[in-house]
């Protein structure tokens, strides 16, 4: 079991207030980006999600280039490309674009999750050139022999007179260096794949605190090595808002609490409430309980108990590296384009679990 101090990295649904434009947000995530490498937070992932008016991360592989366009050091990535949405050529030769742009630096994390309501998913498959959900162990696997230097051989079938014939595909020619991939899940079915694939693996334990145990347990036990990866690899999710009070901190997270209760009670859904706007929002029973359970799950204080919180849960799980959701929402007077709830998170987290 680990019993060091875990590294941290960051995990951004590019939020968007009641008082910003989808601009607004970007930028704000890119300063947020710009502080974490700074403060040396290991990897910024950027997640998938469609038709969202509080969210505006819908396309990760554009915003991981302008992230990692505005940075130094820090690895950036998908958390996660919801690979049943695209073409799996397609993604392989972004992130192959990436990584050649920005070497040893890029993550590609996969997930089979529609990342939206069902009207949505069926416009992002209308193509006809997306993967079915039934084939994703087989589009996982496609994209890792793309995006390899020696790339993947396809057999085209002959007729008639005409024989079989090998057509050799490459995301990008003459690849120096590879995404990491990881597969992503919050399920046992993607525990047992990433552990026969040999992939580093995450469970989404932000999603709901349940069921981690499990799946890294099935994903350990069962891991297979492969030809990137000699033994598992993972890391913990967790939603975080950390202020210099624990008063504050609660205040500040009361916005994306209300905004998960409206969507797991399948209420309308707007940009995230302001602080102010929050307090003001008087809330049902049922979304009150709800909002109840979700604060128990998520760290939600000061500095100081907050770094003994991750540092327990890393523990707990035997990981290395805590990857934080920061879910502080700001004050109505705040600049649109900054995040200044979820800057102090990255900022007090690193400065009691890294010493900065």
Known sequence: MTTTTP???VLDLIPVRSNQSSGDAIAASVALAQRADELGY??????????????AATNPPILIGVIAANT????????????????????????AALEAAFPRRIDLGIGRAPGSDPVITAL????????????????????????????????????????????????TPRAETTPEIWLLGSSDYSARLAAQLGLPYVFA????????????????????????????RTFLTVNAVVADTAEEARALALPQLQQMARLRSGLPLGPQLTVEQAAATEVTPPMQALMDRMKERWVIDAAEPAAARIRALAAQFDV???????GASAHADADARTAPGRLRTLELLAAELAGK
């Open 205 to 232: 334990h932000h999603f709901s605190g349940e069921g981690t145990a499990q799946a890294l347990e099935l994903y350990r036990s069962g891991f297979t090595a492969s030809a990137s990866l000699d033994r598992p």
């Open 124 to 171: 992002l498959r209308s193509s006809g050139a997306t993967s079915d959900v039934d084939a994703f162990p087989s589009n996982v696997r496609d994209i890792g022999a793309l995006l390899n230097p020696d790339g993947a051989a396809l057999q085209l079938g002959g007729s008639g007179d005409r024989a079989a014939q090998s057509y050799e595909i490459k995301a």
């Open 320 to 326: 290395d590296e805590v990857m934080v959701s920061p």
């Open 72 to 95: 130094a050091r820090i690895r950036v990535g998908s958390g996660g490309v919801m690979l049943p949405n695209h073409s799996p050529l397609v993604i392989a030769e972004q992130f």
């Open 42 to 55: 290991e990897r910024y992932w950027i997640a998938e999600h469609h038709n969202m008016p509080a969210v």
């Open 7 to 9: 590294r941290l990295s």
